[in-house]
């Protein structure tokens, strides 16, 4: 994108007169069922029709009946971004959320700012961009978004692509990715869990923490467990501090000093002797004493 879709909307708002509502219908081409509005158009509810390649796949249902219950009292304050297509339609682009609090709130339409067809990753684009600027959303869906999203542009794209298209630096990007390392039981548990408003979260820090013990699977499920554990105020920070001890203790357990002594009479029966050890320890033969 040449610009950021957020600045833009952004600017809007900041440019905008005094909100002024113009009742009457246009009655051209696809906007004959909105009415203008100082800044977007009131577009009936029926005519939106969410994206099915939004990158964002669960809404947790507590949250959403918080904010129907606020935009029954206050009405919708952000316009919700869709697209217009050529049977009347509107795509959802952007706000999702918005909109499905919308529906639960019993509202038959909604503002919306209306763009012009636009190809698929660009939109894709501009729903990733939200999504990250969103501290709510769990890591895991975010890394396979970016992943998603580079398979929209095609199959020869390189990294750089998505990262200009996001406005996410190389670094950031490669944090979200290697969080697809952990392993794959874990990454469904957070995904669950972002979704109940009752459980404790793991956060993007708390997931990094994980991935220090990916080679250590059972102080790596003792980590999980006690970030998961209800009442659980481990912050990030904490949890990465946790995740070095563990995995500098099994690394001390695991590595242990050996004295070995050699009785020898020259240097070529030293090396000898250095030769068949080394022989021993890597397995190739079979020990005297085993034999």
Request: charged share 30%.
């Amino acid at each position: 994108m040449s610009k950021s879709f957020l600045a833009q909307i952004e600017r809007s708002f900041l440019e905008r007169p005094e909100p002024k509502q113009v009742e009457a219908n246009v009655e051209y081409n696809h906007y004959k069922e909105t009415k203008r509005l100082a800044n977007a158009r009131m577009v009936r509810i029926e005519l939106i029709c969410p994206d099915p390649n939004q990158p964002r796949k669960e809404f947790k249902e507590e949250a959403l009946a918080e904010l129907a219950e606020s935009i029954s009292r206050h009405g919708l304050l952000q316009p919700i971004a869709v697209e217009s297509m050529d049977d009347g339609r509107f795509t959802l682009i952007v706000g999702e959320r918005r909109y499905r609090a919308c529906k639960i709130a019993g509202l038959t339409e909604i503002p919306c700012i209306v763009l012009s067809p636009e190809n698929s990753k660009d939109r894709f684009a501009k729903q990733l961009v939200e999504n990250f600027v969103r501290e709510d959303l769990n890591p895991i869906e975010k890394a396979y978004a970016l992943l998603e999203y580079k398979d929209v542009l095609n199959e020869n794209s390189k990294w750089e692509e998505v990262e200009k298209s996001i406005g996410i630096s190389d670094t950031r990007r490669k944090q979200f990715i290697r969080l697809l390392n952990l392993p794959e039981e874990m990454q469904n548990q957070i995904v669950l869990r972002s979704r109940m408003a009752d459980a404790t979260q793991i956060t993007e820090g708390h997931a990094r923490a994980l991935l220090l013990l990916n080679n250590h699977p059972d102080e790596q499920r003792m980590l999980f467990n006690e970030l998961t554990a209800p009442g659980n105020k481990i912050s990030s920070s904490e949890a990465m501090h946790l995740a070095r001890s563990l995995r500098d203790q099994k690394n001390e357990t695991l590595i242990k000093t050996r004295k070995i002594v050699f009785k020898y009479t020259s240097d070529e029966d030293l090396l000898k002797q250095l030769r068949k050890k080394v022989q021993e320890l890597e397995g190739n033969i079979v020990p005297p004493e085993e034999m």
